[in-house]
Every structure is written in structure tokens, then in C-alpha cells.
């Protein structure tokens, strides 16, 4: 996976290569659609949700460039999956998913892999917290426009990562915090779930 999927595409973060070469993606996945885990895109969940392909979780958290002290928020648990590759490559991550179901079958994943100090909670991520900052946030749900709450909750110097458009195609949007001023890029062509919440898509 790490040779094909993610350095034969371009990621040449050397942190996110011994990253997504550590965590055991099987573990994350449905066991009826384990013999698929390392396939070059997303499996699905249940409830509506999907485990990313490889290369767009690499591609995220190079984005991001995580050093390994950052406090990282992640919106859109899921699997588990993304937030155990962030714990490689970060201090602390706070996971964030609306769906209980999800969010209990992800924190015993996270167990069994070695990533327990990652923290799941269950709620609408897309609203932030306005008690906490972070230096870094990934979006692993489909925004209709980039969250205005999240953008807010980036410490300065912090950068956020997050698909945004409708959900038939996005594209990845960075933005990146500088004091009291943005900066906005959009890039990666992809396709994730709709974000649920207040800047969800409307179901």
C-alpha cells in the first residue's frame, strides 16, 4: 500500500509514510470486508459511512504537517482509522462523531491498535468547541461550504483540511491561520460521505 498507493502518487512525508505503514488498516474495517482493507479506495462502514481510501487519508495529514507536538481535531470518527494515523503523528487528538454506533466501535479499535489516548466523542463536530484551540483540524465528511465554526477553533499558526461541495465531488480545501488572517487553497479532486450537523449537508 505505502509503495503503489501513497509514494507512487507523491506523498513524500516521511512521518506519514512510517505512519500509515504502522497502523494495521484491518482493524478498522468490517470483518466481512477485511480481505479488502488495503484496496485502493474507501469500504463502507454501515450507517452510511465509509473508511477513506489510503491515499486521501496520506494526502490529509500531509496537508496538515504534523511535527508531533500538535493538538489535532479531527471531525467525522468513523472507522477509527484517520484518527490512529493522526496519533502517530501528533500530542493529543480529540475525534469527534455524531453517530454512537461508530463512535463505540472506533474507541475499541483504537484500544486494540495501541492509540487509546485518542479521544472520542460523540456529538455535531462541525460546531467546534468554543472552550478549546487547535493546531490542527481534519474533516473526514463533505461540507457543503467550509466551516466558518471550525476555521475558528484553529490556533494561530494552525492549519485545517476539510472536503468541501455537494455530494456527487469535492475538492480538498487548506486553510491555514496566521494571526488574524487565512489563507484558503483548494486542491485534491475527491469524493467523500456528506458532513452531518449544523454545516452538514441538510439531510
Known sequence: MVARQLRRRGIRDSR?????????????????????????????LGHGQTISQPYVVAA?????????????????????????????????????????ELAATARVALVETGHADVEVRTGDGSLGDACESFDAILVSAAAPELPALLVERLADGGRLVCPVGPPSGQRLVFVERRGDQTTTTAGLRCRFVPLRGVAGHPD
Do not use: K, N, Q, W
Not at 16 to 25: E, G, I, T, W
Not at 76 to 98: F, Q
Open 16 to 44: 506519514v509514510l512510517a505512519a500509515m505503514s504502522r497502523v494495521p488498516r484491518e482493524a478498522f474495517v468490517p470483518a466481512a470486508s477485511r480481505h479488502r482493507a488495503y484496496d485502493d479506495g474507501a469500504l463502507p
Open 60 to 100: 490529509m495529514c500531509e496537508l496538515l504537517e504534523l511535527r508531533g507536538d500538535e493538538r489535532v481535531l479531527e471531525v467525522g470518527t468513523g472507522s477509527g482509522y484517520a484518527a490512529a494515523v493522526l496519533d502517530e503523528l501528533a500530542a493529543l487528538v480529540v475525534s469527534v462523531e455524531v453517530i454512537p
